[in-house]
């Protein structure tokens, strides 16, 4: 087995939404409408500032995927790179997909220190298998909350299932 990472192309957008839709519904039973998911994804091909998506490739098929967007700290100087929208194929689950994706993205992200501080995910509070994967590959819980206040538009593209 061959797991090869590349960045994310228009190509990509299909596959890359099905798996976004599929994740809302896995881990949040949210259910994402479709046309508005690949809108967001090609805005994010189409303006790099915003972010980038990485693919894994296991033997040259689509496998896995994540996000990375970009938070400025003026506390470090630096950025803060956001790994979301992270989805691993159920048939390449338990396969070290995941984990070649992190390697790829702090390798990165270490060899750009200073000017990246490091490395940000949220995940479900009740997702406990993420969790465990995160804490394997080295990654600590913050001791930080998340809060957020949604806008009533949101409702239309976001329904509970």
């Not at 839709?21 to 994402?32: F, I, P, S, V, Y």
């Not at 990375?68 to 396969?95: G, H, K, M, N």
């Not at 702090?106 to 000017?115: L, R």
Request: proline share 3%; net charge neutral; with cysteine.
């Amino acid at each position: 087995m061959s797991t090869t990472i590349r960045r994310a192309t228009l190509e990509d957008v299909e596959a890359l939404a099905t798996w976004a839709c599929a994740m809302a519904q896995e881990t949040e039973a949210k259910r994402l409408d479709p046309d508005t998911v690949r809108r967001g994804i090609r805005a994010v091909l189409d303006q790099p500032a915003r972010g980038r998506y990485l693919v894994a490739e296991v033997d040259g098929v689509r496998a896995g995927t994540l996000m990375l967007t970009y938070e400025w700290s003026d506390w470090r100087c630096a950025d803060w790179w956001w790994i979301q929208s992270v989805y691993v194929d159920p048939a390449f689950r338990r396969r070290g997909v995941f984990a070649a994706l992190y390697a790829g993205v702090k390798a990165e992200a270490e060899a750009a220190a200073p000017a990246v501080c490091g490395l940000r995910l949220y995940v479900e509070r009740d997702n406990a298998a993420a969790q465990r994967t995160y804490a394997a590959l080295g990654m600590e819980e913050s001791h930080y909350r998340l809060y957020e206040h949604g806008l009533p538009w949101l409702a239309r593209v976001i329904d509970r299932a």
